[in-house]
């Protein structure tokens, strides 16, 4: 078994340690923000926080991964209140959503480090293949993601999700949560 901290809770993956990150979390633990794209590392999609670094999950085995912090998008921030999420509303950098997770992620790591990036430095970060090809947008809402995470800007919040995270994790069949041994 493969234990890790998922969106803060600890679990074990009682699976083949050399899965790949992205089934797990999808098939097992039933967080399906986390998307396969391309599954060669090349589009993002699958983009998670692992120990605070944006890492492609298709490419990190669960084995890889033992007793590591993965964040995935449903982890980030429930409320959908996460500067990156609000930046990327206002500067109306979704088009068809499904790259979105990735890129969020990928540019939550680069604002926790760098609040204030270069143009070059957010293109150098945010990797991520988007179809619908809204490329300056996804820059103008990094560097306005910047703004606000250093509160040099506010932005009226994103409309609350439908649904909430535990409801939607109620069936994982192949994720176990470590029991709590008495002291001894």
């Known amino acids: 078994m493969s234990s890790m901290t998922v969106n803060g809770s600890p679990v074990r993956f009682d699976l083949d340690p050399d899965t790949p990150l992205l089934w797990a979390l999808r098939d097992a633990a ?11 590392g090349d589009c993002g999609a699958c983009m998670v ?24 998008i449903e982890g980030l921030a ?21 790259c979105t997770p990735g890129i969020v992620m990928a540019g939550a ?11 070059a430095e957010i293109i150098a970060a945010i990797p991520n293949l988007c179809r619908c090809g809204v490329y300056p947008r996804i820059v103008q809402a990094i560097e306005r993601a910047g ?32 029991s709590k041994k008495p002291a001894q």
Do not use: W
């Open 30 to 40: 039933n967080l399906t923000g986390t998307k396969y794209g391309c599954g060669v």
């Open 147 to 178: 703004r606000v995470a250093a509160r040099r800007e506010t932005i009226s919040a994103a409309p609350a999700p439908g649904i909430d995270a535990s409801d939607a994790a109620r069936a994982v069949p192949a994720m176990r949560v470590p």
């Open 49 to 72: 926080l692992i120990d605070g670094e944006a890492l492609r999950s298709c490419l990190v085995t669960i084995g890889e991964a033992e007793g590591r912090l993965i964040t995935t």
């Open 109 to 119: 790591a680069l604002i926790a480090k760098n609040r204030s990036p270069s143009k």
């Open 78 to 98: 429930r409320d959908r209140s996460h500067p990156v999420q609000q930046a990327l509303v206002a500067e109306q950098a979704i088009q068809c959503g499904f």
